[in-house]
């Protein structure tokens, strides 16, 4: 793990987004810690990611930066974290509230989208199934019920 904390602290998040959604990070970690996770996300700072893995730090769980990190290049997510929870094969609470400020809360992604007009809902669907087959194909799935 060495070379990821050598990488970390260039700053790129500007060059690219992190390549894990909310069911990896299910598959990595416990229902309560993905719950537990969700209440510290939003006080996760200096958030950011390489191709890698994401860090940050959680000034009021005494964790500072570089100390929490989550690694998305691999199959399953895995991180890293000074918790008696972060040696754990599951990623600890702290640990999802890193990958939840990343992936941000599917209840303001749904407030926003709400407030979209139908025909830029639905230029937004065309895009995301011309950028992803697994997208294109969970569309048309949902369309043909
Ligand atoms: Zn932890």
Known sequence: MAHHRARTYRRNSALLTPDFTRRDLEYATTPEALSRGQEPAPHVEDVDWDEYSLWGGLPGEEIGLGELLV???????????????GSATELCAHMTALAWAVLGDDTALVDRLTTLPHADLVALAVDVAGRSALARQVIWTRLAR
């Open 71 to 85: 690694h998305y290049a691999g199959r399953r997510l895995t991180g890293e974290c000074p918790c008696p929870d």
